[in-house]
Protein backbone atom coordinates (compact mmCIF):
# COMPACT_ATOMS: atom_id res chain seq x y z
CA UNK A 1 0.00 0.00 0.00
CA UNK A 2 1.19 3.47 -0.24
CA UNK A 3 1.20 6.47 1.80
CA UNK A 4 1.55 10.29 1.52
CA UNK A 5 4.72 12.03 1.57
CA UNK A 6 4.72 14.89 2.54
CA UNK A 7 7.10 18.13 2.19
CA UNK A 8 9.28 20.70 3.52
CA UNK A 9 9.96 18.68 6.70
CA UNK A 10 9.58 21.78 8.75
CA UNK A 11 8.35 25.03 7.96
CA UNK A 12 9.07 28.26 10.44
CA UNK A 13 7.06 31.54 9.26
CA UNK A 14 5.89 35.01 10.89
CA UNK A 15 2.36 35.19 12.05
CA UNK A 16 0.33 36.49 9.25
CA UNK A 17 2.32 34.85 6.95
CA UNK A 18 0.74 32.07 4.46
CA UNK A 19 2.11 28.32 4.82
CA UNK A 20 2.37 25.73 2.11
CA UNK A 21 3.04 22.13 2.76
CA UNK A 22 3.05 19.56 -0.26
CA UNK A 23 2.34 15.70 -0.53
CA UNK A 24 3.03 13.25 -2.63
CA UNK A 25 1.70 10.14 -3.29
CA UNK A 26 2.45 6.89 -6.17
CA UNK A 27 -1.11 5.64 -7.57
CA UNK A 28 -4.47 6.18 -8.11
CA UNK A 29 -6.50 7.41 -5.25
CA UNK A 30 -10.29 8.38 -4.66
CA UNK A 31 -9.73 11.04 -2.22
CA UNK A 32 -6.67 12.57 -0.25
CA UNK A 33 -7.02 13.90 3.69
CA UNK A 34 -5.06 16.19 5.19
CA UNK A 35 -4.77 15.76 9.57
CA UNK A 36 -3.21 18.02 12.16
CA UNK A 37 -1.42 16.96 15.59
CA UNK A 38 -1.01 18.99 18.11
CA UNK A 39 1.93 18.20 20.83
CA UNK A 40 2.60 14.76 19.53
CA UNK A 41 -0.96 13.72 20.42
CA UNK A 42 -3.75 12.00 18.21
CA UNK A 43 -4.32 13.64 14.87
CA UNK A 44 -7.34 15.84 14.23
CA UNK A 45 -9.12 15.83 10.63
CA UNK A 46 -8.88 18.74 8.86
CA UNK A 47 -10.20 18.25 5.02
CA UNK A 48 -10.84 15.56 2.40
CA UNK A 49 -10.87 16.45 -0.91
CA UNK A 50 -12.01 14.15 -3.78
CA UNK A 51 -10.29 13.21 -6.75
CA UNK A 52 -12.69 14.78 -9.31
CA UNK A 53 -11.79 18.00 -7.17
CA UNK A 54 -9.20 20.24 -8.30
CA UNK A 55 -9.79 23.11 -5.18
CA UNK A 56 -11.37 22.77 -2.02
CA UNK A 57 -11.73 25.42 0.96
CA UNK A 58 -12.17 25.51 4.75
CA UNK A 59 -12.07 28.79 6.67
CA UNK A 60 -8.20 29.59 6.39
CA UNK A 61 -7.70 26.49 4.87
CA UNK A 62 -7.15 25.86 0.86
CA UNK A 63 -6.37 22.57 -0.46
CA UNK A 64 -5.46 21.75 -3.88
CA UNK A 65 -5.33 18.59 -5.61
CA UNK A 66 -3.27 17.86 -9.13
CA UNK A 67 -4.04 13.99 -10.02
CA UNK A 68 -1.48 14.46 -13.07
CA UNK A 69 1.27 14.82 -10.79
CA UNK A 70 -0.23 12.85 -7.54
CA UNK A 71 0.24 15.59 -5.48
CA UNK A 72 -1.89 17.84 -2.86
CA UNK A 73 -0.88 21.08 -1.36
CA UNK A 74 -2.24 22.69 1.65
CA UNK A 75 -2.23 26.23 2.05
CA UNK A 76 -3.28 28.00 5.27
CA UNK A 77 -3.70 31.75 4.85
CA UNK A 78 -3.45 34.40 7.58
CA UNK A 79 -1.25 31.92 10.23
CA UNK A 80 -1.62 32.32 13.82
CA UNK A 81 0.60 30.81 16.45
CA UNK A 82 -1.84 28.64 17.06
CA UNK A 83 -1.51 26.75 14.11
CA UNK A 84 1.78 26.04 14.64
CA UNK A 85 1.41 21.57 14.76
CA UNK A 86 2.51 19.36 12.37
CA UNK A 87 0.44 18.12 9.30
CA UNK A 88 0.02 14.95 7.38
CA UNK A 89 -1.59 13.75 4.30
CA UNK A 90 -3.24 10.57 3.73
CA UNK A 91 -4.44 8.20 0.87
CA UNK A 92 -7.33 6.30 0.51
CA UNK A 93 -6.07 3.07 0.92
CA UNK A 94 -7.65 0.62 4.11
CA UNK A 95 -4.69 1.02 6.20
CA UNK A 96 -4.47 4.45 6.44
CA UNK A 97 -0.60 4.81 6.08
CA UNK A 98 0.87 8.54 6.97
CA UNK A 99 4.53 10.14 6.06
CA UNK A 100 6.75 11.85 8.31
CA UNK A 101 4.62 15.13 8.12
CA UNK A 102 5.02 18.25 8.13
CA UNK A 103 6.62 20.13 11.45
CA UNK A 104 5.02 24.20 11.05
CA UNK A 105 5.83 26.94 13.40
CA UNK A 106 4.42 30.06 13.44
CA UNK A 107 6.06 32.65 15.20
CA UNK A 108 4.23 35.10 17.22
CA UNK B 1 -20.86 10.08 21.63
CA UNK B 2 -17.14 9.62 23.38
CA UNK B 3 -14.45 9.55 21.23
CA UNK B 4 -11.27 6.81 20.66
CA UNK B 5 -9.82 6.10 24.14
CA UNK B 6 -6.78 5.01 25.01
CA UNK B 7 -5.01 3.41 28.51
CA UNK B 8 -3.19 3.89 30.45
CA UNK B 9 -1.77 7.71 29.73
CA UNK B 10 1.51 7.08 30.47
CA UNK B 11 3.34 4.02 31.40
CA UNK B 12 7.00 3.64 32.29
CA UNK B 13 8.37 0.14 32.52
CA UNK B 14 11.03 -1.61 32.95
CA UNK B 15 12.93 -3.28 29.80
CA UNK B 16 12.22 -7.13 29.58
CA UNK B 17 8.58 -6.76 30.93
CA UNK B 18 5.70 -6.96 29.20
CA UNK B 19 3.07 -4.47 28.74
CA UNK B 20 -0.64 -4.13 27.65
CA UNK B 21 -2.15 -1.05 25.94
CA UNK B 22 -6.05 -0.51 25.28
CA UNK B 23 -8.08 1.29 22.57
CA UNK B 24 -11.57 2.00 22.99
CA UNK B 25 -12.80 2.80 19.92
CA UNK B 26 -16.15 4.87 18.67
CA UNK B 27 -18.66 2.27 19.33
CA UNK B 28 -19.95 0.99 16.00
CA UNK B 29 -16.43 1.59 13.65
CA UNK B 30 -15.21 -1.21 12.44
CA UNK B 31 -11.89 -0.40 11.48
CA UNK B 32 -9.46 -0.30 14.16
CA UNK B 33 -5.68 0.84 13.78
CA UNK B 34 -2.64 1.16 15.83
CA UNK B 35 0.48 3.61 15.03
CA UNK B 36 3.55 4.18 16.77
CA UNK B 37 5.56 7.81 16.95
CA UNK B 38 8.76 8.27 18.35
CA UNK B 39 9.40 11.96 19.26
CA UNK B 40 9.64 14.45 16.79
CA UNK B 41 9.22 11.54 13.80
CA UNK B 42 5.81 10.50 12.06
CA UNK B 43 3.30 8.00 12.36
CA UNK B 44 4.41 4.36 11.88
CA UNK B 45 1.71 1.82 10.68
CA UNK B 46 1.36 -1.17 13.02
CA UNK B 47 -1.50 -3.17 12.51
CA UNK B 48 -4.91 -2.68 11.17
CA UNK B 49 -7.91 -4.77 11.76
CA UNK B 50 -11.56 -4.49 9.74
CA UNK B 51 -14.66 -6.50 10.83
CA UNK B 52 -14.02 -9.80 11.25
CA UNK B 53 -11.07 -9.80 8.68
CA UNK B 54 -7.65 -11.19 9.11
CA UNK B 55 -5.79 -8.28 10.89
CA UNK B 56 -3.42 -6.74 8.57
CA UNK B 57 -0.13 -6.68 10.73
CA UNK B 58 2.43 -5.78 8.24
CA UNK B 59 3.43 -2.83 10.37
CA UNK B 60 4.31 -4.83 13.59
CA UNK B 61 8.32 -4.80 14.32
CA UNK B 62 9.19 -7.93 15.47
CA UNK B 63 7.36 -10.83 16.99
CA UNK B 64 7.47 -9.26 20.52
CA UNK B 65 4.53 -7.19 19.65
CA UNK B 66 1.16 -8.34 19.02
CA UNK B 67 -2.96 -6.84 19.30
CA UNK B 68 -5.95 -8.19 19.13
CA UNK B 69 -9.25 -7.13 19.11
CA UNK B 70 -12.45 -8.18 21.05
CA UNK B 71 -15.96 -8.46 19.86
CA UNK B 72 -15.37 -6.14 17.05
CA UNK B 73 -14.90 -3.33 19.64
CA UNK B 74 -11.51 -3.09 21.93
CA UNK B 75 -8.35 -3.55 20.94
CA UNK B 76 -5.10 -4.44 23.42
CA UNK B 77 -1.63 -4.08 21.73
CA UNK B 78 0.70 -6.24 24.03
CA UNK B 79 4.93 -6.03 23.73
CA UNK B 80 6.77 -8.54 25.40
CA UNK B 81 9.80 -8.09 26.74
CA UNK B 82 9.96 -4.38 25.93
CA UNK B 83 13.24 -3.05 24.73
CA UNK B 84 13.91 0.84 24.97
CA UNK B 85 13.75 1.28 21.22
CA UNK B 86 9.84 1.12 22.11
CA UNK B 87 9.61 3.51 23.89
CA UNK B 88 6.83 5.83 21.71
CA UNK B 89 3.38 7.22 21.81
CA UNK B 90 1.29 4.41 20.78
CA UNK B 91 -2.26 6.19 18.79
CA UNK B 92 -4.97 4.18 18.54
CA UNK B 93 -7.56 5.23 15.34
CA UNK B 94 -10.89 3.98 14.62
CA UNK B 95 -12.87 4.27 11.44
CA UNK B 96 -16.75 4.08 10.51
CA UNK B 97 -15.47 1.92 8.07
CA UNK B 98 -13.04 1.13 5.78
CA UNK B 99 -14.75 3.03 2.62
CA UNK B 100 -12.81 5.79 1.49
CA UNK B 101 -14.71 8.88 2.64
CA UNK B 102 -14.83 8.10 5.69
CA UNK B 103 -12.07 9.77 8.28
CA UNK B 104 -10.05 8.52 11.09
CA UNK B 105 -10.85 9.39 14.83
CA UNK B 106 -7.57 9.53 16.76
CA UNK B 107 -7.49 8.67 21.13
CA UNK B 108 -5.06 10.48 22.61
CA UNK B 109 -2.57 7.89 22.59
CA UNK B 110 -0.19 6.26 25.30
CA UNK B 111 3.22 7.26 25.93
CA UNK B 112 5.20 4.52 26.99
CA UNK B 113 8.87 4.80 28.10
CA UNK B 114 11.00 2.01 29.03
CA UNK B 115 13.86 2.47 31.43
Known amino acids: SQQGEEDPQALSIQEGENATMNCSYK?????LQWYRQNSGRGLVHLIL?????REKHSGRLRVTLDTSKKSSSLLITASRAADTASYFC????????FGAGTRLTVKP | GAGVSQSPSNKVTEKGKDVELRCDPI?????LYWYRQSLGQGLEFLIY????????KSGLPSDRFSAERTGGSVSTLTIQRTQQEDSAVYLC?????????????FGPGTRLTVL
Open chain 2, 93 to 105: ASRRTSGSYNEQF
Open chain 1, 27 to 31: TSINN
Open chain 1, 49 to 53: IRSNE
Open chain 1, 90 to 97: ATDEDDMR
Open chain 2, 27 to 31: SGHTA
Open chain 2, 49 to 56: FQGNSAPD
